[in-house]
């Protein structure tokens, strides 16, 4: 019996003893900015920290802007914060920003494994290679979707059918099959918003931003979730006849029967980077098609305009045209920040502050492009905005991020581009009395992503 009481007490005093450790380390974790002096939020929520409505009542965007003009109404040039458990920093001050995207702040690695780089290689290798026929695939859609919408008497949901025109596009371009016309519940829209996800991946994903961490921690997670089936789903609900189209399934079959055995991909990481280039893909271009359509039924000026050049020039490549959808890219970016981590201390320029190693630095794009000193009237949507006239790239416009560019937004855009140049040359978009104001983002969505039914008045242009 003392034996067994003396592991009792020795158990329980570990446990407290680690319990305890735990508590000091989430309170320090939680007054970092208060520890260091560095101007911040001050102490946070434990867990959470400054981003406990995200997933829940909003997107993340939206908590990351209202602290950017936190610290901007203060003034600073640059503020604390933290995500989770993750001490995280805002700049606000453009220079600053150029700074801290430059090459002169040591970044850590990132996420990008050697899996992911190849991946990437080939997918932007098929693109040159197959730019026509992709090209060919998404003009043939765009017409018959206009075709359905010219038809049409009554109002729509836009998002609906912008779901199901990307679907089409994608699984051709993708996986060489049409899309099953008898598919009345787009299956991709659901499945596609499955992510291993939840706060354990937002917790230790931020906290841990390390390339084979995360790697493993998802494959972990995907044990407990239906992650891994969403691809075979997403095949699943398209047709078995294959079609003549150039498509990136078979190039990699291709390019992996002759590939030598160190240059193989992994099934598992093969059918996990495919799944993320369906996604970017869908959300990027149904997306920015959603809004711009919506932003359409609520500028009818511009609209009409635009109706006027596309139907002059015949071509859906014109300079309107790419202003319009430059202004809808500002007002809703896919990408709603770029961050990194940084790989060592850096004192900034002004020299007063320094931002320590392991720090996760965010680039607020969001915010940024809603920011009245740079973008006058932020909500007004304009096409005419200097910033989209100009050739010149600036940081102050990054609605895809930074370069390189996530994988698939060559196609997505795309998509974007001949589809809302077929639809707005043919047909005229009105609003209707279950048309919302604003459109509403869903909190949970990795990519901003509108939420609910938006409904608008489609039809044929007179």
């Known amino acids: 019996m003392p034996i067994v009481e003396f592991w009792i007490a020795l158990s329980t005093t570990v446990l407290l003893i680690t319990g305890f450790g735990i508590c000091l380390i989430l309170d320090k974790r939680r007054s970092v900015w208060v520890d260091r002096r560095f101007p911040g939020t001050g102490r946070t929520c434990v867990l959470y920290g400054d981003y406990k409505a995200t997933g829940r009542t909003e997107h993340r965007m939206y908590t990351t802007q209202r602290l950017y003009r936190q610290f901007k109404a203060k003034k600073w040039c640059i503020g604390g914060a933290v995500m989770y458990l993750t001490p995280c920093v805002i700049p606000t001050d453009p220079y600053l920003i150029e700074y801290m995207l430059s090459d002169e702040c040591i970044k850590l690695g990132g996420r990008i494994t050697s899996s992911g780089a190849t991946f990437a290689s080939r997918w932007n290798t098929f693109e040159d290679e197959h730019f026509e026929s ?46 099953s016309e008898d598919c009345h519940q787009l299956p991709i829209t659901e499945k596609l918003a499955n992510q291993p996800s939840g706060t354990v991946w937002e917790v230790f994903s931020t906290a841990f931003p ?145 931002v320590p190693s392991n720090t996760k630095v965010i680039i607020p794009i969001f915010a940024l492009h809603h920011d009245a000193e740079f973008y006058p009237d932020p909500n007004r949507f304009d096409p005419e905005r200097p910033v989209l006239r100009s050739r010149k790239e600036t940081l102050l416009y990054q609605p895809l991020g930074g370069v390189p560019f996530p994988i698939g937004s060559n196609l997505a855009l795309m998509i974007v581009r001949v589809g809302l140049g077929k639809i707005l040359k043919e047909c005229t978009v009105r609003l209707t009395s279950a048309t919302p104001s604003t459109l509403k983002i869903s909190p949970n969505q990795p990519i901003p992503y509108p939420s609910g039914r938006v409904e608008l008045l489609i039809s044929n242009a007179s």
Do not use: W
């Not at 049409?152 to 899309?179: H, Q, W």
């Not at 691809?231 to 398209?238: G, K």
């Not at 002059?312 to 430059?326: A, N, P, T, Y």
């Open 134 to 179: 992709l090209i060919n695939v998404v003009t043939e859609e765009s017409a018959q979707i206009t075709e359905i919408l010219r038809t049409s008497n009554s109002p729509v949901d836009v998002k609906a059918i912008m779901e199901l025109f990307v679907a089409r596009a994608l699984t051709r371009c993708i996986f060489g099959k049409r899309y």
């Open 210 to 354: 390390n390339a084979r961490f995360t790697h493993v921690l998802r494959k972990a997670l995907n044990h407990f979730q239906e992650y891994p089936l969403i691809l075979e789903e997403l095949i699943s609900s398209i047709t078995t006849t294959p079609t003549t189209d150039a498509n990136f399934l078979k190039y990699m079959k291709h390019v992996e029967q002759h590939a030598s055995t160190t240059d193989r991909m992994a099934f598992e990481d093969t059918k996990t980077l495919m799944l993320e280039l369906v996604q970017h893909v869908f959300y990027v271009a149904s997306g920015t098609t959603i809004a711009c359509l919506f932003e359409m039924g609520h500028n009818l000026e511009i609209q009409n305009n635009l109706h006027k050049v596309l139907k002059r020039s015949g071509d859906s490549m014109v300079d309107l045209l790419d202003k319009v959808i430059g202004e809808t890219l500002r007002k809703y970016p896919p990408i709603d920040e770029i961050s990194f981590v940084t790989g060592a201390n850096h004192r900034l320029p002004s020299g007063e502050l320094m």
